[in-house]
């Protein structure tokens, strides 16, 4: 479910249908769940059910959720709340319900905080970025007191295969966490890889963009299942949902 309304993204890498409605609809207008879901597990050709839920990219609808008041807001929480219940239910029994959300802390991002059992923050190596996640953290758990999970993101390939420094970097950001949320309420789990292969593949498809070509975003666990980027997602995998003693 793309719940980051002030910038979808979900849509560049999956395709719609015509038919199907805006999950903006559905928390919104009170539009049905089914009618808002496209399975797209015959486009990527793999076992069991993927369901995607798209936010409308238009102008218009991303003014309209800049603009949301508290009321909207609340009436927005509920409906997603029903729909979490809905898709555990037949005919969906979804195993797992992801959520990507906004950045900072948007009516949305707090709703789907509630939502969920596990909060992931996917951060980079900057100091913008450590402090404002460790501050916002610390200032969401001691209300929702939720699990959080950390994960650095656009981390040199160079640098993660170094044992020594690894180890060093992860007690440092643990130690920072811990200093400003002052309580264990934050699980730090790993390192996301980047290299220049990767970069220069998000580029090229861009610039397809800037040329009104059709593009889309390379899903690098079914594309290319042996690069780094891929087979440290799927290491992380049972950590993220819970299926690991880590």
């Given at each position: 479910m793309d719940t980051d309304f002030h910038g979808p993204s979900i849509i560049t890498f999956f395709k719609k249908s015509l038919d199907t409605k805006w999950l903006n609809d559905v928390l919104l207008r009170d539009e049905p769940i089914e009618n808002c879901l496209e399975d797209i597990s015959s486009q990527l050709e793999i076992p069991g059910k993927l369901f995607v839920g798209f936010a409308d990219p238009?102008?218009?609808?991303?003014?309209?959720?800049?603009?949301?008041?508290?009321k909207m807001s609340?009436?927005?929480?509920?409906?997603?709340?029903?729909?979490?219940?809905?898709l555990e239910d037949p005919p969906y029994e979804v195993n797992y319900l992801i959520l990507d959300s906004s950045p900072g802390t948007t009516y949305s991002t707090v709703n789907a905080m509630i939502t969920s059992k596990t909060s992931l923050f996917i951060v980079k190596l900057s100091?913008?970025?450590?402090?404002?996640?460790?501050?916002?953290?610390a200032g969401l758990n001691k209300?929702?007191?939720?699990?959080?999970?950390?994960?650095?993101?656009?981390?040199?390939?160079?640098v993660i295969q170094d044992d020594a420094i690894i180890s060093q970097l992860q007690s440092l950001i643990?130690?920072?966490?811990?200093?400003?949320?002052?309580d264990k309420y934050v699980d730090f789990i790993g390192w996301i890889p980047i290299d220049e292969s990767l970069i220069q593949t998000e580029f090229l498809e861009a610039v397809k963009t800037l040329q009104n070509k059709d593009s889309?975003?390379?899903?690098?666990t079914l594309k290319q299942p042996d690069h780094p980027f891929s087979t440290t997602l799927v290491d992380l995998i049972p950590i993220i949902f819970g299926d690991s003693d880590k």
């Open positions: 238009s102008a218009s609808a991303i003014e309209t959720n800049i603009r949301i008041n508290e609340f009436k927005m929480l509920k409906n997603l709340m029903k729909i979490g219940k809905q100091n913008a970025d450590l402090l404002g996640t460790s501050q916002m953290i209300q929702l007191k939720t699990k959080s999970l950390v994960l650095a993101n656009l981390i040199p390939k160079s643990e130690d920072k966490f811990t200093k400003d949320i002052q889309s975003r390379l899903i690098y």
